[in-house]
């Protein structure tokens, strides 16, 4: 299989024939034209009002912003190059990091884009849902938001997916704000017909407060959680998560 460069469209093309050798300087060129133009159409879809930079935090990263952009490496990035999705910020996509029934705990390693083991959870319980996060999302915690997929089968680190955002489930992580989205997997029959937390069964909603409750107790860590919210509220934290990011790669942008 062959990377191509179409010379109508100038776009990606895959072929399993006829391969075209491409310049590396040439296809360098080409992500830097592609990706530079996506941030000149995102940018003109939202407004930043002219106090923002004054009134709001912004974070301060250390990663590396957006990997194709690297002379190092043409390597995709999760969190910075995969679209969030038409659909946002009611349907987005979703990178999975840790899979259903797993005790260990996968995160994104935001230097390199790659998945890594954390540690093996403390105590004896497993994750009750695939769980990841929204690329190109920024939280006020300096990572993207995080996202609890309700759907049928595990999936492995890594993929992504497409996912409804059904409620917010407010989390305090050791006095520090870590709200989640829970959402369920849009193209799977048994989940995708619902739209807001509350047609969810109360066992359900029970099962996912105590797993977040007790999974750091054996390391002394505590966690507080609220009462779950609709899915309007989760729709607008997202939004607000896609904003922060917009905001802090435009100003990255003018460096």
Known sequence: MYAILSPRSFDFKLQTHSPIYISPILLHIHIHIHILDQFKIFQTKIRIKGDMSDQRRVPRLNERILSSLSRRSVAAHPWHDLEIGPGAPQIVNVVIEIPRGSKVKYELDKKTGLIKVDRILYSSVVYPHNYGFIPRTLCEDNDPMDVLVLMQEPVLPGCFLRARAIGLMPMIDQGEKDDKIIAVCADDPEYRHYTDISQLPPHRLAEIRRFFE??????????????????????????????????????????
């Open 214 to 255: 007790d999974y750091k107790k054996n390391e002394n860590k505590e966690v507080a959680v609220d009462e779950f919210l609709p899915s309007t509220t989760a729709h607008d934290a997202i939004q607000y998560s896609m904003d922060l990011y917009a905001e802090y790669i435009m100003q990255t942008l003018r460096k």
